[in-house]
Each structure stands twice: as structure tokens, then as C-alpha cells.
């Protein structure tokens, strides 16, 4: 029988993915450029090389609730971090951050957040929590629901407030929920029958994998939430050893 | 810093034993759960291996398995695991399977500590297999009701008057009017050896015209009804009811400590099982008698949500089944004239046993005097037999399908024949014959000669213990029906995996219990025949291994409870009450206690079946 190797996914990039190779070459390097210490430590404490086995990865499931949805123009409001490894989701280690913005709250973010001024009036800036959170995400792989928000969005804010920005790989729940059900573009067929594609947002990736319900828009539930969907994908269509390398971007 | 999850807390709020948990306990508990997520079909967790955390179900299920690889349980959104082994070493008892798709949310072994010690329920909730939860929780609810709970010395508000056996009626009765009693005790030599109430003065002096100067000792009553100062009102009730008197005399160290009055206890209770079975004597006809239906099953329901236990109850309508029985019979010999022979009408069963509810068969038979001649006689008690169990069926006692009535030519025999028919029984067993008898075995006498009815009692506590033959026959039989394993979602779950919509309690719950405490309690020629009676015996004389017993006690009030409630539901929902218990109405906290009561009788089936059967297959 022809061997025709493992199947390829086609690796669509998103603008801004990083085109590293290798990152934990890349880690060491940045350790070398950065200027705050902050982020010196934080690229020092170095990240788990392509070739490991997701079984043994340190994880840290991430959600940002922002203004909206330009990096540039819109910024961070809150931020909820959960460690995580496939074996278990230390929900009770979970932080929880509220930040304040450089740019006004639109009525419409108050909505979805339900985040109001007042309160964000009250929060730090990122900069005085940025050590904690650097902390938090020190030699974990950062776990995400569509890599397009968390990491532009702190790459963008730290721009702006340290003139430097940031670069880590992210492991992106939804990018695995596309290999799945958008293997391939929508053909002609499908656009004249008004063929739906599978909806892969959060809920309802949750959904099929039989998680319950939670109600979005709360940084750490929308961070747990992504977690729980990590452990049901990886457990159900790859497995503990499955090499990181497959998985992150 | 402690994060709020919402999500955790919220469901965590839905569940039992959570949700009784104080709010400010519960946020601290749901910001220290971790989750974790299992495909269908994978581990949980192995035999043995070292726990850190409970483990709740957030959706999904769970199968745990003993460690023969024997189903232990099934397990849905809310039910938790591996609770057992944390109170043990904190290794794995039950291994655990996802069963379906499942996300766990996991409780740090600590906080598990820290709420087992701060939470009465909690502890109660998880404490394994649990005698201290299957007793504690009738219990608790028990406090509700003061006529279960108190003691009859609560009732006594006076030191008992007293008086000289040689004191002339006068004096008694002056000293009852001076002290505004109806009763008092009449002592000799420092002995109660009598009492003199009301009543007496009136039938025993007034009415056939004694002078005032008669002795009390020639009016008084001295077939003296006592009861301990440390027994329940509720027993000075039934005692009361038993022997159709209105004065207790309680002693304490045989002593005597006060007089209650059936007035003492109508002050506690105004609508009971009293009043249903004194309105029972008062009624005239078969038809005034059926009338009184909807009251027993209102004094029925009244009991359940007074918290009364399953002995209470089943004592209660067991006293009115018989008072219709015995008003019948008033009313049968009043129809058809004295007896040619005397007999002893006969209860069997439940009502023997006085665990008697509502959903019951009548089973019942006759024996007759000796010199019973069936050309001479039988007509008569046909007859009887007849107005007496048809009398019944209208007062929905329904007529038994196994033809186990006094109707039956069979079951309305002389003395000797009985004898026989018990000797035969216990002599030359076999376990077809017996399936039938085994009803027999739990007799009490309801009117006429009830001495015979302990005569047959004696004789078959006497021969039982001797003939191991007919222990294993009553042994097999009492193996024939099993409990379920426990539910599951809403349905009830069998050992093979198998669910069901509903499950007969009677058949698989109260049932095998009562069989097979009967068998115990005949292998110690145990004479009792209330389940509860003969549990005391059998513990008493260390039959079985130390702490079944009371397990077996408590599996049994659990699961005659769990009855009780679905009939009494039913009656108050204007529903016909049946044994036919759908799992959906069950309480998250009585499926578990249910769940723990099957397994216990399961086991004592087990035992069972190794005590008597052994080497005989």
C-alpha cells in the first residue's frame, strides 16, 4: 500500500502568527533583546520544545475580555488565566485580573462584559500586573479560543506602554475545531444549497464534545471553558502523545 | 486572591449535599475545585491508587465497580464518587469509568475533611454505606413530631394517688375528687397490686347498687396494664388500644411514677389512629364500615408527614386492620348467632407482623375447637368466614389471590389438624410447599381463642431451630427476590446493568427483608413476629456477624420508609396507592439511602444463603 505519511492539515496562517520554527531558540534569543526584566524573566524561564508530549505540558488556558476587536485601537478590560495539563484543569490556581484601558469603554463592550466604568475606573493598569501575569504564564504553553484576541491584543498593549511587545506560541481550541469541520473551503455545491458551515465557536464546539453550557463573557469561565475543551479534543482526536509541535501555532 | 466561579458555584448550588452547605462555604469550596475532563470508556481511577479530591459529575456518567470488576454503581450529572476511599487511606475503593463523555469537578481532599467536620449533612451525606445516615436521617426528621419522640413520663404532671387495698369505694372516691383524677392505685403491702378508676366505680359499684363502704380491692382492676417511664407516648397509645383501657400506670424500676390518661394523650393528639379505631367498634354494618376508608388513609398520610417511623405506622394500621377484623366478627355472630364451636380467627402476614400499610392483601384463617364436626359445624363458619372476608374486601382489603383465607375450606381447620399441618411443614420440607406457607409463619390471633394462635407460635418455635431441612427450604425462598443495584438518571438499575422505569418495593425491598429476618428468627425459635422483634432476638443471639443486624434494621426502615412515602404520595395526590416506585420521584438523598439499603440486604442475602443452604446446594 502507498504511504502517503501523516494526513496535512492545511496550515491556514492568521496575520501575525509567528513564523518561528523553533521556540525555544526563538525564547532564548528574546531573553537576550528584552528590556524590562519582567519580560527578561519571563522569555528566561524558557517554553517546552516542539517534540514534547502534550501529557507533559505545562498549559495555561487564557481569556481577555476587550473594548473591541483591533489590537491597536481597542484595548484589554480583564484577563483570566487557568493552569492546566491534559491530566487536570487547577481551576482553583485560576487569576483574575480587571484592567484599565487607555481607550473609553463603548456601551456596546459594557454590554457583552457586563464590565462597567466605574469599576474599570478603579483597575491598574497592565503594567502593574504584567509581572504577576508574565508569572502565571512562565514556561506554560498559553491555550486559547481563537489566537486572533490574546495575543495581538498583549503584544499591541505592551507595545504602546514599553515600547516592546511580546511573542509566544498559542494552542488555538478553535484552530483544532477548524482542522476538523473546515478541512476545506465551502465548495460552490454548498454555497447554492445555503449549506451552513459547523459553527466552531466556543459554545458550540463545547457542545459537541458533550460540555455543559456556561455562560460566556466572564474572563475565567471563558478560560476554563477553553480548557475543558482542550482536554475533550486532545482525548478525542489525538492523544497524550501527540508532540506539541502538532498542536501549537 | 480567590476567584469566584460562577460556573462551579452555581451548580454546585443545585446539588445535594452542596446546596445545604452555608453560600460563604460553598464559594470557598468552588474556588478550590480543579475539573477534568474523560472521554466515553476511559479510566477515572484504578484500584488503590492514592486520592486528592472528591469527584462530582458536571455532566456526563460514571460507572464505579467493586473490586471483583462487579458493577458497584451508575452515576449521573450531580453524583459523586470516590468518597469512600477518602474516608479510607484516601486510596481508590471503587474504580471509576466515564461511562459517557464526562466532565469532573474535583474537590480538594481537604476541603472534603474540612466539610465533613463543619457540615452535619455533608458528613451524614457521605459517610460510607452509611448506618449513621439511613438512621440518622428518619431520625432527624422525627424531631418534628412530639407524640413519636416523647417519653411517657413527659405526660406525667403529678405524683400517682395511692390508697389502702382495705379502703372503702367512699374514700377512694373522695380522694379522686379531691385530687381531680379518674384513677388511682391501689396498694397492699407497699405493692401496687391494682387501680380504680372511674369506670370501675360506675359498672363494678354504682350500677349493680354495692354499698358505699365496699372495699376497694373487691372493684378494682387487677389485671394491671403498666408501662416504663422510658417508653414512647406512642406505645402507651397503642397499648391503650390493645387492651381497651383509659389508665396507664407508669413505673419506673417497678415502681410507680404516675397514672396517664387517655385524656393525657388526646391533648397531644386529636386526630389519630385512636379515633379511627374507636369510630371502627361504633359502626353498625359491612357498609358503615367501608365508610370509614378515606379516614384510615387520612390517618395514614397524617402519620407518614408527622415523621412517624415504619414501626409506628405499621403497628397503627395493623391495630385498625384487626379492630375490622374483630368488628366484623361482632358483627358476623350477630347475624348468625353464637358459635356452635369456639375458634380463633386468625391474621397472617403483614398484619401479624404489624407491618401493615395501606396497598394489603387479606390473609387470614380460622381454627377451630377440636370438637369441631365439619357436617355439624363447618355451615357456620362458612359462613362466618364468608361475611368476615367479604366484609373486608368492601373495606378494600382485598380479597388474597393466593385463596390464603379463612373462606378457604383448607384454612379453616381444628386445632390438631393445624398442628399437623406445622408439623408437616417443618418435619418434611421442601422448598415448593413452603413457597406458599411461608405467610404461616407470621400469625397472630385477632379474636375468639387467641391462645392458640400462641400455642402454634410456640410450637413452631420449638420445632424450627431443630429441622436445619426446613431453615434451608425457608432460606432458598427467601432468596427468590433481590433488590435492585440503585437508580440511575430515572431509572432503576439492576445488578446486570439493566434499567428499568420503576421497581415493585414490596417485592424487591420489604419483602426479602421480612423473609429472610423470618428465617433467622425461626432458626432461634425466635416466637416474635414483628421484623423489627425478631431482629432484637436474632442480634441479641449473635447469629449474624457484629453490625449487621442493626444494618439490616436500618436497610429496613429505609426501604419500608421509601414505601410508605410513595403510598402516602399517592393518597395525597388522589391517586390509588400501589408498591410501584418510579425512581423520578425519588429524592437525590433517598435514592442513595435506598441505594445503600439494597446493598445490605443484598449481603444478608448473601449470608443467607451461606448460613442455611451451605453444602446442601
Redesign the interface.
Known amino acids: 500500500m502507498l504511504y502517503l505519511g501523516p494526513p496535512k492539515h492545511k496550515q491556514r496562517r492568521l496575520p501575525g502568527d509567528p513564523a518561528v520554527t523553533d521556540w525555544s531558540k526563538h525564547f532564548a534569543s528574546l531573553a537576550e533583546q528584552a528590556q524590562h526584566p519582567a519580560l527578561q524573566q519571563y522569555y528566561q524561564a524558557g517554553i517546552p520544545g516542539g517534540d514534547t508530549r502534550m501529557a507533559e505540558v505545562p498549559l495555561l488556558a487564557m481569556d481577555f475580555e476587550t473594548t473591541g476587536f483591533e489590537p491597536g485601537r481597542d484595548g484589554i478590560v480583564s484577563i483570566g488565566t487557568v493552569p492546566m495539563s491534559l491530566q487536570r484543569i487547577h481551576s482553583s490556581q485560576a487569576k483574575h485580573w480587571l484592567v484599565k484601558p487607555k481607550f473609553a469603554l463603548t456601551g456596546q463592550s459594557v454590554v457583552v462584559h457586563g464590565i462597567t466604568h466605574s469599576t474599570i475606573e478603579a483597575a491598574p493598569d497592565i503594567t502593574d500586573i504584567l509581572p504577576e501575569l508574565l508569572q502565571q504564564m512562565a514556561g506554560k504553553v498559553v491555550v486559547v479560543h481563537f489566537r486572533g484576541i490574546e495575543r495581538p491584543f498583549l503584544h499591541a498593549t505592551l507595545l504602546d506602554r514599553l515600547s516592546e511587545g511580546i511573542e509566544f506560541p498559542v494552542i488555538d481550541t478553535m484552530e483544532l475545531e477548524a482542522r476538523l469541520h473546515r478541512a476545506r473551503s465551502p465548495s460552490l455545491l454548498d454555497k447554492l444549497l445555503g449549506r451552513e458551515p459547523v459553527s466552531i465557536r466556543l459554545a458550540d464546539s463545547r457542545r459537541r464534545y458533550g460540555l455543559p453550557d456556561y455562560r460566556p463573557h466572564d474572563a475565567v469561565t471563558d478560560a476554563l471553558a477553553c480548557a475543558e475543551l482542550l482536554q475533550a479534543q486532545i482525548a478525542d482526536r489525538f492523544s497524550p502523545d501527540t508532540p506539541l509541535s502538532e498542536l501549537w501555532r | 486572591?480567590q476567584?469566584e466561579?460562577?460556573?462551579?458555584l452555581e451548580?454546585l448550588k443545585r446539588h445535594s449535599p452542596f446546596k445545604e452547605l452555608p453560600d460563604d462555604l460553598l464559594q470557598q469550596v468552588a474556588?478550590?475545585?480543579?475539573?477534568?475532563?474523560?472521554?466515553a470508556g476511559?479510566p477515572i481511577l484504578q484500584f488503590g491508587q492514592s486520592l486528592d479530591a472528591l469527584y462530582v459529575i458536571?455532566?456526563?456518567a460514571v460507572e464505579t465497580f467493586r473490586r471483583t470488576g462487579e458493577l458497584y454503581n451508575r452515576l449521573s450529572e450531580g453524583g459523586l464518587f470516590a468518597e469512600q476511599g477518602l474516608l479510607r487511606k484516601r486510596k481508590v475503593r471503587f474504580p471509576a469509568t466515564a461511562l459517557?463523555?464526562?466532565?469532573l469537578y474535583?474537590i480538594?481532599a481537604d476541603y472534603f475533611d474540612q466539610l465533613c467536620e463543619q457540615s452535619d449533612f455533608f458528613a451524614d451525606y457521605v459517610e460510607i454505606s452509611d448506618e449513621e445516615r439511613r438512621k440518622n436521617s428518619p431520625n432527624r426528621r422525627a424531631d418534628a413530631n412530639e407524640l413519636m419522640t416523647s417519653k411517657v413520663s413527659t405526660l406525667i404532671n403529678r405524683a400517682p394517688i395511692m390508697l389502702d387495698i382495705d379502703s372503702s369505694a367512699r374514700d377512694a372516691a373522695m380522694a379522686m375528687h379531691a385530687a381531680g383524677v379518674s384513677s388511682l392505685l391501689v396498694i397492699a403491702e407497699q405493692r401496687m397490686v391494682g387501680i380504680l378508676t372511674d369506670r370501675d366505680l360506675r359498672n363494678r359499684l354504682v350500677a349493680p347498687g354495692l354499698p358505699f363502704e365496699t372495699p376497694v380491692r373487691d372493684i378494682m382492676t387487677t389485671e394491671l396494664i403498666s408501662i416504663s417511664h422510658h417508653q414512647f407516648v406512642f406505645e402507651a397509645m397503642l397499648l391503650m388500644l390493645r387492651h381497651n383501657v383509659h389508665h396507664l400506670p407508669v413505673l419506673q424500676q417497678g415502681q410507680p411514677l404516675g397514672v396517664i390518661a387517655i385524656s393525657d394523650i388526646i391533648r397531644y393528639e386529636s386526630k389519630n389512629s385512636l379515633f379511627v379505631v374507636s369510630s371502627i367498634f361504633r359502626q353498625q354494618s359491612v357498609s358503615e364500615l367501608a365508610a370509614l376508608v378515606p379516614d384510615v388513609r387520612a390517618c395514614f398520610v397524617r402519620m407518614v408527614n408527622e415523621d412517624a417511623n415504619s414501626h409506628m405506622i405499621g403497628s397503627a394500621m395493623a391495630v385498625i386492620g384487626r379492630s375490622f377484623k374483630q368488628r366484623l366478627l361482632e358483627l358476623a355472630e350477630a347475624e348468625l348467632g353464637p358459635p356452635p364451636v369456639p375458634y380463633c380467627f386468625l391474621a397472617l402476614g403483614s398484619m401479624a407482623r404489624e407491618e401493615q400499610l395501606i396497598v394489603t392483601d387479606q390473609d387470614n384463617a380460622l381454627i377451630l375447637h377440636d370438637d369441631f364436626v365439619p357436617e355439624q359445624h363447618d355451615d357456620y363458619f362458612r359462613q362466618l368466614a364468608d361475611f368476615v372476608c367479604h366484609g373486608l374486601a368492601a373495606c378494600s382489603y382485598t380479597l388474597c389471590t393466593g385463596d390464603i383465607m379463612a373462606t378457604n375450606p383448607k384454612w379453616r381447620q381444628p386445632l390438631r389438624v393445624w398442628q399437623q399441618y406445622f408439623r408437616d411443614w417443618i418435619t418434611a420440607p421442601s422448598a415448593e410447599r413452603l413457597l406458599h406457607s411461608s405467610i404461616f409463619f407470621d400469625l397472630a390471633g385477632v379474636w375468639g381463642q387467641t391462645e392458640w394462635a400462641e400455642q402454634l407460635n410456640r410450637s413452631m418455635a420449638q420445632l424450627a431451630p431443630k429441622h436445619p431441612l426446613f431453615l434451608a427450604s425457608m432460606a432458598r425462598n427467601a432468596l427468590q427476590r433481590t433488590p435492585p443495584l440503585g437508580f440511575f438518571k430515572d431509572f432503576v438499575m439492576e445488578n446486570d446493568g439493566r434499567q428499568n422505569n420503576s421497581l415493585n418495593i414490596k417485592r424487591r425491598g420489604t419483602a426479602p427483608v421480612a423473609d429472610l429476618i423470618r428465617v433467622h428468627a425461626l432458626a432461634i425459635g425466635c416466637s416474635e413476629s414483628n421484623s423489627f422483634a425478631r431482629l432484637r432476638a436474632i442480634i441479641k443471639a449473635k447469629l449474624l456477624p457484629p453490625g449487621r443486624g442493626e444494618d439490616l434494621r436500618d436497610a429496613l426502615e429505609v426501604i419500608a420508609m421509601a414505601r410508605i412515602r410513595h403510598q402516602a404520595l399517592a393518597l395525597e395526590a388522589g391517586e390509588e396507592p400501589d408498591n410501584q416506585l418510579s425512581p423520578e420521584r425519588l429524592s437525590d438523598f433517598e435514592r442513595r439511602n435506598l441505594k445503600e439499603a439494597f446493598q445490605v440486604l443484598s449481603n444478608a442475602q448473601k449470608y443467607l444463603k451461606f448460613r442455611y443452604q451451605g453444602n446442601r446446594s
Do not use: N, Q, W
Open positions: 486572591m476567584i466561579h460562577i460556573e462551579i451548580f474556588s478550590a475545585t480543579d475539573v477534568c475532563y474523560f472521554k476511559s458536571r455532566s456526563g459517557e463523555d464526562t466532565l474535583l480538594p
